[in-house]
């Protein structure tokens, strides 16, 4: 180890110099200050490497979210029993790339306008990401599910629909039912009648009157049912029309169609191609063009009832239509501001259900008139 040789005083024994102590390798050569600035060079820039790869590889708790595929629903819609048609134009449903950050990949995703940097817990909701693929995996089969009965009903075919009871999606705060009801609860009876659609237990409060008790059969297990008498209230739009208070959805629901309809989603997760699934069968049954010749690119869940709800990530989605060049993008009007700050010269247009899509589509010339005539020949 070099160290620096110290300046002593003047011996005391005479005016000769000072005998120098013993400082073992005081008397080495000491490095040039080149030397030391290419030393302190080489240091930082090993620290600056190091850290760069650890950036590179170590992930963090956020995800990316850029723009992902735009892919057209007509080639993977496939019909046994019925007549299909090839499509002109087309309905694209759009995706969004997700993929776990690293910190560097986190930097860079904040510098980028077309990419969002969210938190592990917004994209997973306190599940595993194999737990959360094979959620998106699940509503992506219920989705195309949904989107074939809506479009075959468009098209004035029947099709039967089979459930296990009334889901409790949600409950409002404020009624009776809050105290008894709770979110994941499935009604099966009501006063004494079975209970296997929602609607059935929509159809059960409609012919009663506010300040009524209804009977109902609560399933909180396959094991254990239990009545209970829950007090009905007015609606805030007509106080001589009774409520229960609660949001519901079949539960288990199932359909039975008239033919075969398959959609080849692959590897893609999610509800949000409901929409363009629905339009995409729609459009292969259809003998005129539902998009009038054009390239339609959509966004949004599709419900039983034909209503269009909200997506995330319609900034990467937007984005990646207008790469792709589609003429018209389609999108729920909850996200419909977003996705004009992104559209350029794209076309923009917001929809909240299934008939606002065709009637959208039939300004272009297609749409309506198209499933009108489809409608009249076929189903």
């Not at 090993?46 to 995800?63: D, R």
Request: aromatic share 6%; proline share 6%; hydrophobic share 40%.
């Amino acid at each position: 180890m070099d160290t620096i040789e110290p300046i002593l005083p003047p011996s005391s024994k005479g005016d000769g110099p000072a005998e120098p102590a013993d400082f073992g390798d005081a008397g080495t050569e000491q490095p040039s200050p080149r030397r030391r600035v290419w030393f302190v060079l080489g240091a930082v820039v090993a620290f600056l490497t190091l850290g760069t790869l650890a950036a590179a590889f170590v992930q963090v708790p956020y995800f990316l979210l850029a723009p992902g595929s735009v892919r057209s629903t007509e080639g993977l819609v496939t019909v046994e029993g019925a007549p299909s048609y090839e499509a002109n134009g087309q309905i694209d449903f759009t995706t969004v790339s997700v993929k776990k950050a690293t910190a560097l990949q986190a930097l860079v995703g904040w510098l980028d306008p077309t990419v969002s940097v969210v938190d592990e817990d917004t994209i997973l909701g306190g599940q595993s990401q194999d737990e959360n693929r094979e959620r998106n995996l699940q509503e992506m089969a219920d989705s195309k599910e949904i989107a074939t009965a809506v479009a075959l009903k468009a098209l004035g075919y029947e099709v039967n629909e089979q459930g296990s009871g009334a889901l409790i999606v949600n409950v409002a705060a404020d009624v009776p039912a809050a105290s008894t009801l709770q979110r994941g609860d499935v009604v099966v009876a009501a006063d004494g009648q079975p209970v296997l659609l929602s609607s059935d237990l929509v159809d059960a409060v409609a012919t009663l009157r506010p300040g009524d008790i209804i009977m109902l059969g609560v399933q909180r297990s396959p094991e254990h049912t239990e009545d209970v008498a829950i007090e009905l209230v007015a609606r805030p739009d007509d106080p001589e029309r009774a409520m229960l208070g609660v949001s519901l959805e079949t539960f288990r629901l199932r359909y039975e169609f008239p033919f075969d309809v398959q959609i080849d989603s692959g590897a893609v997760g999610g509800p949000s191609a409901g929409l363009a699934f629905t339009l995409g069968v729609i459009d292969v049954l259809t003998p005129d063009s539902l998009t009038g010749g054009l390239r339609v690119a959509t966004t949004g869940t599709m419900d039983s009832s034909g209503a269009v709800g909200r997506v995330g990530g319609v900034q990467q989605k937007t984005v990646a239509v207008r790469r792709a060049g589609a003429t018209l993008f389609l999108v729920p009007s909850h996200e419909y501001d977003e996705a004009l700050k992104y559209a350029g010269d794209m076309q923009v247009e917001s929809v909240d259900t299934l008939d606002d899509a065709l009637r959208v589509l039939s300004s272009v010339g297609g749409g309506t008139n198209a499933v009108e005539q489809a409608a009249s020949t076929g189903g």
